[in-house]
């Protein structure tokens, strides 16, 4: 499982160096990098199920620790699917935009067209949806991003908690075995007691038989 955990770690890492080629990749070549960026996406997905199966074949005592760090993969690569999808989206909006406007400059108008400032109105009106559509997109993956902040924190502090709570149960288990061993040792001391009393009663018994 380590020698999985470390490969798929490293690909995480690789695809966030990744990240940063979209953002400078030109037209032609952008589509390239969100197709190889996918494809190491999809095979980190894969190498998550498989370390799924195998931390739940660890031995008990370090299965607990194993799924917390497939979990934690798992959230950084959901993560980077996110990113992906969000840069996909405004890059499809944008184009669209540039066609919209090479459309609108491509047109040619004249003096005697009757029809010159209906299409120039539809396509402002339709201009201006696409960019409040945008503005709304944009909003909503801001949301998205505050909540998976916050989820983020959430699970920080509920690891916090669940390592607190397993070193209260190590003590727990820990005070019930010296419970054990007392009451034990009680059990023993109350039979050495019994004994020791019929053993005196037998001693007194003889000595009161030999002098008389």
């Known amino acids: 499982m380590e020698a999985l955990y470390h490969q798929t770690n490293k690909q995480v890492h690789e695809v966030q160096s990744y990240m940063g080629r979209l953002e400078t990749s030109d037209k032609q070549s952008v589509h390239l990098v969100e197709n190889e960026i996918q494809a190491r996406i999809d095979n980190i997905f894969s190498n998550l199920e498989r370390l799924e199966i195998l931390s739940s074949k660890e031995p008990p005592n370090k299965r607990q620790n194993a799924r917390l760090r497939v979990d934690q993969l798992k959230y950084d690569v959901q993560h980077l699917q996110t990113a992906l999808r969000n840069f996909q989206h405004r890059r499809y909006i944008r184009e669209q935009q540039e066609r919209q406007r090479e459309e609108l400059l491509a047109r ?105």
């Not at 390592?163 to 010296?178: H, Q, R, Y």
């Not at 061993?181 to 009393?197: N, P, T, V, W």
């Open 108 to 212: 040619t108008f004249t003096t005697n067209d009757s029809d010159t400032t209906i299409p120039i109105d539809e396509t402002l009106q339709f201009n201006e949806s696409l960019q409040n559509a945008h503005r709304g997109m944009d909003d909503l993956i801001g949301s998205g991003t505050n909540i998976l902040q916050g989820l983020r924190d959430q699970r920080v502090t509920l690891k916090g908690t669940h390592k607190k709570i397993l070193d209260v149960a190590n003590m727990l288990g820990l005070s019930n075995t010296v419970m054990r061993l007392i009451e034990k040792r009680a059990f023993q001391d109350k039979y050495f007691m019994i004994g020791g009393m019929i053993l005196t009663c037998v001693i007194m018994f003889l000595v009161v038989q030999y002098l008389t």
